[in-house]
């Protein structure tokens, strides 16, 4: 299996590259982002509990997000590979992460980390919310307490990975083309 993780801060093309990558590469895409929004809309408990928090701009509980990244595991056990795009957000979630894949006799291949200023996030955001109906973007308060907890939680994500030598920088400014060829270029000398 060919595991990958994108990373960066909210706003950082995540979402955007992850698309083209599992269509170019055939891999899973679990975006816990996308998967709590699902919850949301179909009302579950889950949803209704994930919501409170991501309106404010602040990660859900770690054993929720461990939960539904099992559950989605069990539902794909066909795949050749996984991108997890906006996961693991915490040490705890990466801990959690490489025992559901060890469990699977598997590991993280690399993670691609992309790096944008923070005054470019906050406008890719901003201007994002004026189109994709999610309420974490339209609030510049909100916004900011994203890339906050980003700062706070998250950023250590990578500490954890370097400590194994999978950390691979990408400059996430440019064309989402020239963003998406250097993504390329790390994973076929890899794959
Ligand atoms: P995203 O679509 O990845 O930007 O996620 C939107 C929001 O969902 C985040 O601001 C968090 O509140 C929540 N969220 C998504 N993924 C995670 C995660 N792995 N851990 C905790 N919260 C998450």
Do not use: W
């Amino acid at each position: 299996m060919f595991n990958l993780i994108l990373f960066g801060p909210p706003g950082s093309g995540k979402g955007t590259q992850s698309e083209k990558l599992v269509e170019k590469y055939g891999l899973v895409h679990l975006s816990t982002g996308n998967l709590l929004r699902e919850e949301i809309t179909n009302k579950t408990p889950l949803g209704l509990e994930a919501k409170a928090f991501i309106d404010k701009g602040q990660l859900v509980p770690d054993e929720v997000v461990i939960g539904m990244v099992d559950s989605f595991f069990e539902h794909h056990k066909e795949a050749k590979g996984f991108l997890f795009d906006g996961f693991p957000r915490t040490s705890a979630q990466a801990e959690a992460l490489d025992k559901l894949l060890e469990l699977k006799k598997t590991s993280i291949c690399v993670m691609l980390a992309l790096s944008v200023s923070e005054e470019e996030l906050v406008k890719r955001l901003m201007k994002r919310g004026e189109t994709s109906g999610r309420s974490d973007d339209t609030n510049e308060n909100v916004i900011r307490a994203r890339i906050t907890e980003y700062h706070n939680k998250t950023a250590v994500v990578a500490d954890y990975y370097r400590n194994f030598d999978k950390v691979v920088l990408v400059k996430g400014e440019g064309t989402v083309d020239d963003i998406f060829r250097s993504l390329c270029a790390e994973i076929d000398c890899r794959i």
